[in-house]
């Protein structure tokens, strides 16, 4: 196993990721990375900080009877779960669907590049 | 002394012990020893971070505090999902793509400089030492409550078992135990969550009602546990950052052979421990219908055996073999989560002495490798004792503060460093040991004065500083950073580690 993954790292030039860096590939990939996560890091921030925060300074409000005897509190609990639960799902195919295509576009370049050298 | 528990444990000792024996023969290298061959499956490590993930602290910890103190215990059992989030998000994938053992490999491999290397081992050990003092002494409790062994004998034991485990069998056996101690907690956690539904037809909101008026109007408000309001923030913020500072969870990312799989396996453990997390609130609230607050409050101290009391009373009570049967089988479950946690915790702090301290620093890499697994197995084998003796020396201090400490000094010190590191062409090692340095000083420095350690002497308002080390921290790594100086030789380098971070070329190449 260990060596198997050695050869296949092997294979590239030292300084491959030189034009891998410059290259608009690259950006694009960066980019597209940047404009699905920067999204989905301010919604858990925010869901999730805001819960503490209520839960230590808006303690009565929290206390809001919805369904019975759950109030406002354990229903934005609950929702922290769903949300996190979502965001990995909407992560998880974002990153299968878009980035892994593009990183193996930035991949196969530096390969083509470190064989020419 | 129950004799089902005894039983139940007996045969989950055998199995991990015939495990180990199975995973001693096929740990020869570093990267078997430190990675299990980095060759984990997505579900296979994803149920070892569900192992490496819920300690006792969550197993019998948040069933508890919610049962004693309502909303709070709840507030403490979904901030371990969420900080996944984080852990998805900006930690896993770029971890796995640029370090190979160690949390130390990824500072040092950015920052090149024996400083840098040296604060992170400095924060690893710390964190784990603190996590691993109270893991040890709340075995050394439930073991001498379980089997009427004493209090010393029952935490030599546990240390003697975590000891064979890392030692023996490195990571691929600690892997493993993870993975069934998972399948058996979430199988308890199953069998608890259908007996306790199907005592109110299957309609949880019977639960808050009747915990509501059993224990009280303010019982489902929070602040019951968590006095002042800064504390809710710092227990929110320790665990959002906290978990991607904490070495003994990260290291399982190196587990698995490729960035993807590292990403499936957290989608994994985000689905496997996060159901259980629910869970305990739902156990908590039943645990006070099924029981009520009088019985649950007596002989109970914080809260840590309400959910096998309540596995005795749903299995048809005390004095009932399905009572004892399920006692037993909650039992043995506890006793394993807190073996699978501590040797993840042993194995991760020996990655820090003999990879980190010994190969990397002292001797600058130049070790045969066959001396760094012996040199590995045994710091496992010191560490574990030292870790033995702290967790005697603990009997009847409170440690449950350490806890705390553990997850603030991950969120303060450990992950901005990591963070900046991956993510930050400015940062350098001046940043990385001031960083380090501020984060871990004023998350120990207020803890130990707080009410956590002081009580009612405390000179500083709360228990969890979290919320006053964390910028502290941050602020000690920018200042760090600008004070040092630019180099433009190690920011031009930041253009190859943003490369490395992406695509994981050459990620299999120290």
């Known amino acids: 196993m260990g060596d198997a993954v050695k050869l296949s790292g092997a294979q590239i030039a030292p300084d491959a990721w030189i034009d891998g860096i410059e290259s608009a590939e690259f950006k694009t990939l960066i980019d597209a990375k940047q404009r699905s996560i920067v999204p989905m890091i301010v919604i858990y921030v925010v869901g999730y900080i805001g819960l503490s925060v209520l839960a230590g300074f808006a303690r009565n409000f929290l206390g809001t009877k919805v369904v019975g005897a759950v109030n406002l509190g354990f229903v934005l609990i609950a929702a922290n779960y769903a949300m996190s639960w979502v965001l990995a799902i909407v992560y998880a195919r974002i990153s299968a669907n878009r980035h892994d295509p593009l990183v193996k576009v930035v991949i196969d370049k530096a390969h083509a590049g470190g064989r020419a050298r | ?510």
């Not at chain 2, 180990?20 to 997505?42: P, Q, S």
């Not at chain 2, 301290?357 to 045969?368: A, D, I, P, Q």
């Open chain 2, 1 to 510: 002394m129950n004799l089902i528990t005894v039983a139940m444990f007996a045969i989950v000792l055998l199995i991990s012990l015939g495990i180990t024996a199975w995973a001693a023969r096929r740990t020869r290298t570093t990267v078997d020893f430190y990675a299990a061959g980095k060759g984990l499956t997505a579900a296979q490590n994803g149920f070892a971070l569900a192992g490496d993930w819920c300690s006792a602290a969550a197993f019998l910890g948040f069933t508890g505090l919610t049962a004693l103190y309502g909303m709070d215990g709840a507030l403490y059992a979904v901030g371990p999902l969420v900080a996944f989030c984080t852990v998805l998000f900006l930690i896993a994938e770029p971890l796995r793509n640029t370090g190979t053992y160690t949390i130390g490999d990824v500072i040092m491999y950015r920052m090149r400089q024996p400083p840098a290397l040296a604060a992170a081992i400095v924060g690893t050990i710390v964190i784990n030492l603190a996590y691993l003092i109270p893991q040890m002494a709340g075995a050394g409790v439930l073991i001498k409550l379980l089997f009427g062994f004493r209090y010393d004998v029952s935490v030599m034991l546990v240390g003697l078992g975590m000891i064979v485990y890392v030692a023996a069998g490195g990571m691929l056996a600690t892997s493993w135990v993870q993975i069934i101690k998972a399948v058996l907690m979430l199988g308890a956690g199953a069998i608890v969550l259908f007996l306790a539904l199907a005592g109110v037809g299957f309609d949880p909101l019977v639960f808050f009602a009747s915990a509501e008026a059993k224990a009280g109007p303010n019982f489902l408000l929070p602040g019951n546990l968590l006095k002042n309001p800064f504390d809710e923030v710092s227990l929110g913020l320790g665990y959002m950052l906290g978990l991607a500072g904490l070495p003994h969870v990260m290291t399982r990312f190196y587990t698995v052979p490729d960035a993807t799989t590292a990403r499936r396996s957290v989608i994994w453990v985000m689905f496997l421990a996060g159901a259980f997390f629910a869970c305990t609130t739902i156990f908590g609230v039943a645990a006070v219908h099924y029981l009520g607050p009088e019985a649950l409050r007596v002989g109970n101290p914080g809260g840590n055996l309400t959910l096998p009391l309540l596995a005795q009373y749903l299995g048809g009570g005390k004095d009932t073999v399905g009572g004892q049967l399920m006692l037993g089988f909650v039992s043995a479950v506890a006793v394993a989560t807190i073996l699978a946690v501590v040797a993840g915790l042993t194995l991760a702090t020996s990655g820090a002495v003999a990879n980190d301290l010994y190969v990397n620093l002292f001797k600058k890499g130049k070790v045969e490798e066959h001396r760094q697994v012996m040199v590995a197995r045994v710091t496992a084998v010191l560490v574990g004792v030292i870790a033995t003796l702290l967790g005697i020396l603990a009997e009847g201090v409170n440690v449950a503060v350490l806890v705390i400490l553990a997850i603030c000094i991950a969120a303060s010190a450990n992950f901005p460093v990591l963070v900046l590191s991956l993510f930050w062409r400015r940062f350098n090692t001046g940043g990385v040991v001031g960083g380090m340095g501020l984060g871990l000083i004023s998350s120990v420095g207020l803890a130990l004065i707080g009410p956590g350690y002081l009580g009612a002497n405390a000179i500083w308002p709360l228990v969890n500083p979290t919320v006053v080390a964390l910028p502290l921290g941050i602020l000690g790594a920018v200042v760090g950073s600008l004070l040092a100086g630019r180099d433009p030789e190690h920011e031009k380098r930041f253009g190859e580690v943003t490369f490395r971070i992406q695509t994981g070329l050459r990620s299999n190449h120290p």
